[in-house]
């Protein structure tokens, strides 16, 4: 047996996907695994690309833009899902893309950014809407509703979380990680990554300059139009009653 074949079998025993979406807490989650992983001297990758795999040769894989079809032949090892209500995407992707979103290498959204600056609110969460279901997101990426709508959560070996639990109940979440990697983890104090810790200012209080804008899970009730939320529950009506059916226009 080669050396290695033997570090992928002693890795498997604690490996872990992290699979998620653009806008779906995904800077958060990348500060927590980096925390984790070094208080446990364990290894991670953290991969933006849509054509990315699981790593068999680090402990904690990050996919942040995953692609079901693309990772479900590579699924060996306890995978979380982490989502987001698509209605909460499209609104803090037109924030963010429209102003606080870094742009280095990413000439699409360079495009988007200056098409945002120059419409209307209304019509800028239009396009925004029609970006995030794009194909052709990010290189060899689409967007983060197209991924969602491609994928299976039918698939027993991926449970899924809402990322609006996620950070409500980061300790559950932080025992969740625990049960799959070792329970014999040192994991961080969950309120160094609360909401005010990392933001620097309540949940609901909007900060325009800042990535996390305002932490409101239910904020894209007073920022999208009727439109695009019945767009929404229109062409993702499974997921939506599933696990967001509080979110029913009325």
């Not at 979406?21 to 992983?37: E, P, Q, Y």
């Not at 037109?94 to 120059?118: A, C, I, M, N």
Request: charged share 25%.
């Amino acid at each position: 047996m080669g050396l290695r074949t033997k570090y992928d079998l002693l890795v498997r025993k604690h490996r872990i996907n992290l699979l998620t979406h653009h806008k779906c807490a995904s800077t958060w989650l990348l500060g927590l695994v980096d925390r984790v992983a070094r208080q446990n001297s364990l290894k991670y990758v953290s991969l933006h690309h849509g054509s990315a795999l699981p790593s068999r040769r680090h402990h904690i894989s990050l996919l942040i833009n995953a692609i079901y079809p693309t990772i479900a032949p590579h699924l060996d090892v306890p995978s979380i899902h982490i989502i987001r209500n698509p209605l909460s995407i499209i609104s803090s992707a037109y924030f963010s893309h429209r102003k606080t979103h870094p742009t280095d290498g990413w000439e699409v959204l360079e495009k988007q950014r200056t098409l945002l600056q120059s419409v209307d609110k209304t019509t800028g969460m239009l396009l925004t809407l029609a970006f995030l279901e794009s194909a052709e997101f990010y290189p060899d990426t689409p967007g983060p509703l197209h991924g969602l709508r491609s994928w299976n959560f039918d698939d027993p070996r991926i449970t899924t979380v809402r990322m609006e639990d996620m950070v409500k109940d980061i300790p559950g979440f932080l025992k969740l990680l625990g049960e799959r990697l070792g329970d014999d983890l040192t994991l961080p104090a969950a309120d160094e990554f609360s909401f005010e810790a990392i933001a620097g200012h309540r949940v609901g209080e909007v900060n325009e300059s800042s990535h996390y804008r305002s932490g409101d899970a239910e904020g894209w009730r007073a920022e999208l139009p009727p439109a695009v939320v019945e767009y929404v529950w229109a062409q993702f009506t499974p997921l939506m009653e599933r696990y967001y059916p509080e979110s029913r226009p009325a």
